[in-house]
């Protein structure tokens, strides 16, 4: 199983992204998947997940970004619009899930992805 995300780059105050988080291999299905960043100095934190289609969000992000997901295609969005300076990190993709239906489920990280906020 390996977790894809893509979509960082560089934008200036204000702007859009939409990051992509695609999960491929062989599984039995997708529980919940989320959305973490990482700053310089500071410890990775959960900014957004959804499970079962329902999304939540951390505070600091709440109401500029949003979470969705593609089940036909394993594929999870998060948009994030209205972007500030110290939304810049690396963002990474994490999901729990199962290998086969009597499994437990198994947590898997894609590799980070950088936004930068900046003008």
């Known amino acids: 199983v390996q977790l894809q995300a893509s979509g960082g780059g560089l934008v200036q105050p204000g702007g859009s992204l939409r990051l992509s988080c695609t999960v491929s291999g062989s599984f039995f299905n997708i529980h919940a998947i989320g959305w973490y960043r990482q700053a310089p100095g500071i410890q990775r934190e959960l900014i957004a997940a959804?499970?079962?289609?329902?999304?939540s969000y951390s505070p600091s992000v709440k109401g500029r970004f949003a979470i969705s997901r593609d089940s036909s295609e394993n594929t999870a969005y998060l948009q994030m619009n209205s972007l500030k300076p110290e939304d810049t990190a690396v963002y990474y993709c994490n999901a729990d899930l199962k290998i086969t239906q009597r499994a437990s489920l198994v947590n898997y990280w894609g590799q980070g992805t950088q936004v930068t906020v900046s003008s």
């Open positions: 959804i499970s079962r289609g329902i999304p």
